[in-house]
């Protein structure tokens, strides 16, 4: 059936990978980064054109495009954008967010509604900035689309049909994974009119073609093209390590959390992806780097130099705030020094360990809701249908955390081979939309180093233990409701 074409237009750059339609293989790759003026939606197209300047996507028969999420693009009523496009990263919007919070009556009426509690990087609190700040663009506004909706529309030669996909929708702040509709009320509520909103198609179903008769996919979210790109399944769940923490896990169904701890995102193959975050992830690494004088290398070495329980120190790491569990004006907090435990080596392992537990703590809040994690059984072949727990992120590289992660999560740890996810993932979608079938087309997994609790899974819960009784009477009921 041809060779296909995977786009992923991230916060800094376009990179592209060419597959086999029908086996996965990789045939050619590109990549480009963006121009200075990245909330110039024009310079998407430029790095697009870059990336794929060397004959690319010569002889493709079908492309699909995952970018960056959350971000929003107000147009005007010929198609223009009424100013620069507003980043997901942009945080301008968090004051916004609160007053929507309270305009619709609180955290538990917003999961009722859309399964998330908006914050700064949800596009309703955009519309709400921009209403509030940019009041004559706002009044312009005719329509909005996120990245990938414009960046499928420009490759489609502008038709009057605007698509997006249940995935990106899912992003934000009005549109239901629960209902799979939009609530066009909540539009009103943050930019005081309604406007055009892209049609969602399903996962499989193109979003129409080229002049030239190529096919468009749907496309998605970044996220979402990068789970499908790792072939992450029921069973497995996704642990992200940047400077703050997330968690995601394929379920079944949408889940409205009233706490707000659980954004309930739905994923590209129709299922769903729970979110979890957390305030503090690498950042509780490189702080504690910093105070050793040394680098996240070093600490990591520093904490092999220890053993499983850092010789009886927690570390609460809950630097900036913590969204997981909700303790937004705390701080971190280290527990359990001694004489013989206060050396460098016990300190970097404690450190490893706190972050560990406090992403572990959102494992359990998805388990806790009825997700399955890490309950994967043998498929065809032998083949594992899930049950892995992959490790993404640079801290993943570090031998101390690849050894503390499976004790600390109760389960089988993945750590994928660095690639192009998120390309890979819209690779396959533009795949599953021009071959058809009920699921996407089976490519290989991500080639994973694969690290197992072993014998010592009984240690590691001991650690969990000693941790959740320090963080319970540090911060008593801090689960509660």
């Not at 996965?24 to 794929?52: C, F, M, N």
């Not at 706002?138 to 909005?144: D, S």
């Not at 992450?232 to 400077?243: E, K, T, Y």
């Not at 899930?386 to 389960?411: N, Y």
Request: with cysteine.
């Amino acid at each position: 059936m041809g060779i296909v074409a995977g786009l992923d237009s991230s916060a800094a750059h376009t990179s592209i990978v060419v597959c086999d339609a029908e086996s996965g293989a990789v045939v050619r790759q590109g990549y480009a980064e963006h121009p200075e003026k990245r909330d110039d939606p024009q310079s998407w197209l430029i790095s697009l054109g870059k990336a794929a300047s060397s004959g690319q996507l010569a002889d493709v028969t079908a492309i699909g495009v995952a970018a960056q999420q959350q971000g929003l693009l107000a147009l005007d009523s010929g198609g223009t954008p009424v100013g620069p496009a507003l980043l997901g990263n942009d945080k301008r919007a968090q004051p916004a967010a609160a007053d929507l919070v309270d305009a619709l009556g609180g955290r538990q009426a917003w999961a009722q509604r859309v399964g998330a509690v908006p914050t700064a990087a949800h596009p309703v609190a955009k519309l709400r900035w921009l209403a509030r700040h940019e009041p004559e663009a706002a009044a312009q506004a005719a329509e909005i689309m996120q990245p990938h909706d414009w960046l499928v529309w420009q490759l489609l030669g502008r038709p009057e049909r605007r698509v997006t996909d249940r995935g990106d929708a899912s992003g934000t702040g009005y549109w239901s994974a629960s209902s799979g509709s939009y609530q066009e009320d909540l539009v009103e509520l943050a930019l005081g009119h309604r406007v055009r909103l892209p049609e969602v198609v399903g996962p499989a179903e193109p979003a129409g073609q080229t002049p030239e008769g190529l096919l468009i996919s749907a496309g998605t979210g970044e996220t979402m093209a990068a789970a499908l790109g790792l072939g992450v399944r029921a069973g497995d769940a996704v642990v992200s390590l940047g400077a703050s923490g997330s968690v995601c896990a394929v379920h079944h169904e949408a889940l409205a959390d009233p706490s707000g701890s659980i954004d309930s995102y739905a994923d590209a193959t129709g299922m769903h992806l729970p979110f979890v975050r957390t305030l503090n992830a690498t950042r509780v690494l490189r702080g504690t780097a910093e105070l050793l004088e040394t680098d996240l290398e070093g600490l990591s070495e520093l904490a092999l130099r220890s053993t499983p329980g850092a010789y009886g120190m927690v570390l609460l790491p809950y630097l900036e705030g913590e969204t997981t569990p909700r303790l937004p004006h705390t701080a971190g907090s280290l527990h359990g020094m001694r004489r013989e435990s206060m050396k460098p080596e016990h300190l970097a392992r404690a450190a490893v360990e706190g972050m560990l537990c406090g992403l572990a703590d959102a494992l359990d809040v998805l388990r806790g809701r009825g997700v399955a994690i890490g309950s994967g059984e043998q498929g065809a072949e032998g083949r594992p249908e899930g049950g892995r727990i992959f490790l993404l992120g640079a801290a993943a590289s570090l031998p101390a955390v690849q050894a503390a992660a499976p004790l600390l999560f109760g389960g089988r740890v993945v750590v994928p081979q660095p690639a192009e996810y998120a390309a890979l993932g819209a690779a396959r979608q533009a795949a599953w939309a021009q071959l058809g079938g009920a699921e996407p087309p089976r490519w290989p997994d991500a080639a994973c180093q694969v690290f197992e609790p072993g014998e010592e899974s009984a240690v590691g819960q001991a650690v969990r233990q000693q941790f959740q009784t320090v963080r319970e009477q540090t911060h008593p009921g801090a689960f509660d409701g």
